[in-house]
């Protein structure tokens, strides 16, 4: 017991996940999330005994809110829901981070990860494009994966893909999606709109980004974080 507590106190937690607020944008476009009161604590105190009050509030937003995976079921109407993902592809996963972030380029291709060993690893591209998040700038010439970087990682094994920008596409309106066709067709769930991937090490931590279990649902937000050992 000892020397999992001393493990755990020598382990950096490292959030990776933009908070979620009434009224935030995520993608230009979708509606913004709204928080309202279903029991507020002076109602609540009707309920209870005296003394004794909650807070219960309800949330309505589209799932592609905030920092969010999305799963095979997103693009492709016979793959996995959210309910149908192995903790094994979202939880304390190997990971490898690719950063090009200050290289002034955008796409991030299969040259720049041909050197990687990813197979069994989350794969977090540390583009920088979260540096404008909150800003209309965010969704402005942003960064991406590759037609064949996504071909490149799923050939290659890779478990999750993970970025810190607005989509792992190009998103030009009505343009192709070809990462999100080949990644999440290959069964690779995809998060977006990560942050802070500048405070990971290139190999050596731990990732973690699970939704709720919901039946018939392509995408959710996910608390996103890494566990990075006092050795990487």
């Not at 995976?69 to 192995?86: C, E, I, K």
């Not at 920008?165 to 999606?177: F, K, M, Q």
């Not at 709109?193 to 980004?209: I, M, Q």
Request: contains cysteine.
């Amino acid at each position: 017991m000892a020397d999992n507590r001393d493990e755990r106190a020598a382990t950096r937690w490292v959030e990776l996940s933009h908070v979620i607020s009434a009224g935030m944008t995520t993608y230009p476009g979708l509606p913004v999330p709204e928080v309202t009161p279903y029991l507020t604590r002076d109602s609540s105190r009707d309920v209870y005994e005296e003394g004794t009050s909650f807070v219960i509030d309800r949330i309505t937003m589209v799932g592609n809110t905030g920092t969010y995976l999305d799963s095979p079921f997103h693009r492709h109407a016979d793959g996995a829901d959210l309910a149908g993902l192995p903790l094994s592809s979202l939880a304390d996963l190997p990971t490898v981070v690719v950063r090009t972030a200050g290289l002034g380029t955008r796409a991030v291709t299969a040259e720049m990860l041909a050197d990687l060993e990813v197979s069994g690893c989350a794969v977090l591209l540390h583009t920088g494009g979260d540096v404008h998040w909150g800003t209309p700038r965010y969704a402005d010439d942003a960064p991406f994966l590759s037609a064949g970087g996504a071909q490149w990682l799923a050939d290659n094994g890779a478990t999750l893909v993970g970025i810190d920008s607005v989509n792992i596409d190009d998103a030009r309106p009505h343009g192709p999606r070809p990462a999100h066709t080949i990644l999440l067709g290959a069964g690779i769930p995809i998060v977006e709109h990560l942050t802070n991937l500048a405070a990971l090490p290139l190999t050596g931590a731990r990732f973690t980004a699970a939704p709720p279990l919901v039946a018939g649902f392509g995408t959710f937000p996910v608390r996103a974080y890494a566990a990075v050992p006092s050795s990487s």
